[in-house]
Structures are given as C-alpha cells and as structure tokens.
Nanobody, 123 residues
C-alpha cells in the first residue's frame, strides 16, 4: 500500500501563495487517483481538489476554482496543490489522499491518507 507524506504548509498573508507537496512511497503512485482535502477547526473535512491517475482530468471545490491547481508527477511519485490568492477562510489542515479504484470527491472513496499539513492564512 502507498504511504503519503505532505509538506509545504505554513503561515502566509492573505493574497499570498503556497505549494503543497504529497510524496508517495511503497507502491507506484500512478496506480492511485489523488485528492486533496482540508479540515478547519470545528468543521468537517471537505473536498478541495482531485486528479485522475494520469492527470488528464481535475476537479475543484467551487470556492477554490481559479485559485488552486492540482497536479502530479508520476515519475517523481509526487502530487501537488498550488494555492494562489489565499484567503483567511482557506486556513485548515490539508490532507492528500490516494484512491486505487475510484475517482471521487467523497472522502470515503480514498484508501490512504497522509498526516496533514497546516496552512494558516493571516489577514
């Protein structure tokens, strides 16, 4: 089974940018569709973005469309979430997740999760 490790979180001012990385190991990353989710304090985990096994298709939460970009490099076994024009409401712990058989915005479709990385956007 694949293991996932996120990195790239931190503190940024509103309007700034961050790029999150999700490093996969254990199994070729190309066998998994990938998603990014986030969870803010006191809120449920929500879908942010997803990308297919080959990267041919992507999908986003409406509130991040045009600001966030999900991508992957299967040769490097790494996925990414580029976040631009960050807003205070983007503050959350961000998780990457991998799904072997389904491409979904539903968290229960994902088989493996990383430990999360904190993103804090200040005003």
């Amino acid at each position: 089974q694949v293991q996932l490790v996120e990195s790239g979180g931190g503190l940024v001012q509103a309007g700034g940018s961050l790029r999150l990385s999700c490093a996969a190991s254990g199994v070729p990353f190309r066998r998994y569709a990938m998603g990014w989710f986030r969870q803010a304090p006191g809120k449920e985990r929500e879908f942010v973005a997803r990308i297919t096994w080959t990267g041919s298709s992507t999908d986003y939460l409406d509130s991040v469309k045009g600001r966030f970009t999900i991508s992957r490099d299967n040769a490097k076994n790494t996925g990414y979430l580029q976040m631009n024009s960050l807003k205070t409401e983007d503050t959350a712990v961000y998780y990457c997740a991998a799904a072997m058989t389904r491409w979904s915005e539903v968290a229960t479709a994902y088989d493996v999760w990383g430990q999360g990385t904190q993103v804090t956007v200040s005003s």
